[in-house]
């Protein structure tokens, strides 16, 4: 089966999502392929910034968003000896209209961004479609090869966007040039059923050797235990009941519900990668979100990133894709633009990596630097700081005028 379009997007996650919802409203004819048959996935990042709430609100789903079951981290606190020191308080960002992070199972975001999308006649989203190569003619990249439900097929396109991860096919066989920056550990995530409620703070605990971050959620706490890379076999063989005591070691508040891990098979190993593409473009291929550069779990901060990818990404390329074929210098402008925000990004990464992050799990220091507890102490205001750099970060982006909407009734319409 050969068929065409404007914009193929390879990808069904919050960039690929959000650059075909921009792009569709622009009038862009644009198709969006997800392997898989729903957006229900365990353990995606489910952070949604204020910036992100701010791009929803300007998109017209504000109110939609606000009706999704969540919860609200409002600060990033660490138990130092015995005491809750607050190093990042969203609530001292008083000019922000959403001083929090919401957290929202990604799942519930993805659809209505798909819900918005079938309002759009340009958008098309096809589920359980994986891109399994790209085409290529005339020395440029001219779409991809999938598979979906009715067989294998070809979508020709005159330009292709990978949103597709840290492990993206179209960045792999594309040969774009990767820059490795170490990272000396993992993450394993899995979740815990709480009876009581749970601080509006996302608290990491910390102990010689152990990281353990915990995400309050509606009715249960997300946990991602930090551990050295290359470990997670030795994890495995020593067994759940080890597991769940390092566990309860850290959050003795957990210890009446962590049987609720069944076993070793209820806590899923995150390979942590650090890296971004020299150059993130080909003849008719872009790269964006952790496609891109992948990003270190430490704040959360890759999908805000990806989705501030996108929505410049759009802005960019609405016009030029209207004319039909961007050229070279249109898709270098994506990362001139949006360059420098990751650099800086993964900087303050590396820097949390070897000041905070890499002397606790060598069990050199149980806790954060002990002058950087009393800095914060100290001058309590400081930590503004650090909630802006994780939850508006460095260049946010508005939404485009063409792609703003005021909140309306949702109206319901087929899937394509």
Known sequence: MNETTTCAIIGGGPAGMVLGLLLARAGVEVTVLEKHADFLRDFRG???????????????????????????????????????????DFTRLRRLAHPYIAMVPQWDLLNLLAEAGRDEPAFTLRMR?????????????????????????????DLTVACDGRWSMARRTSGLPVRELGVDFDAWWFKVPVEDSVL???????????????????????????????????????????????????????????????SMDDVKHLDV??????????????????????????????????????VATAR????????????????????RRRGL???????????????????????????????????????????????YLVGVGVRSERAPRFARRTPQAHRSSPAR
């Not at 489910?46 to 504000?62: A, C, N, R, Y």
């Not at 905070?356 to 799990?361: N, R």
């Open 129 to 157: 479609t994986e891109a399994t190569g790209l085409l290529h003619e005339q020395g440029r990249v001219a779409g991809v090869r999938y598979s979906g439900p009715d067989g294998d097929g070809e979508l020709r396109a």
């Open 316 to 335: 960019l390329l609405a016009g030029p894709l209207r004319r039909r074929r961007p050229t070279g210098r249109d898709l270098a402008a994506v990362r």
């Open 200 to 262: 509006p703070s996302l608290t990491p605990r910390t102990g010689l050797g152990r990281i353990m971050v915990v995400i309050p959620r509606e009715g249960y706490v997300q946990i991602a235990y930090l551990g050295r890379k290359g470990t997670d076999s030795d994890l495995r063989s020593r067994g759940i009941e080890a597991f769940r005591r390092e566990v309860v070691t850290l959050a003795p508040e957990l210890a009446d519900t962590i049987d609720q891990v069944a």
């Open 46 to 88: 489910d952070t949604v910034h204020p910036s992100t709430l701010d791009l929803l609100d300007e998109l017209g789903l504000g109110e939609r968003f606000a009706a999704l079951p969540q919860s609200r981290i409002e600060k990033i606190a660490f138990d130092v000896e015995k005491e809750r020191v607050v190093f990042g």
């Open 341 to 387: 925000p990751t650099v800086l990004v993964q900087g303050l990464q590396q820097v949390l990596h070897r000041q905070i992050v890499g002397p606790i799990l060598q069990g050199r220091r149980p806790s954060p630097p002990k002058p950087l507890v009393a800095l914060v102490r100290a001058v309590p205001r400081l930590s503004a700081v650090p909630a």
């Open 273 to 310: 990668r650090l890296n971004r593409l020299r150059r993130w473009h080909t003849d008719g291929l872009l790269c964006i979100g952790d496609a891109a550069h992948a990003m270190s779990p430490l704040g959360g901060v890759g999908i805000n990133l990806a989705v501030q990818d996108a």
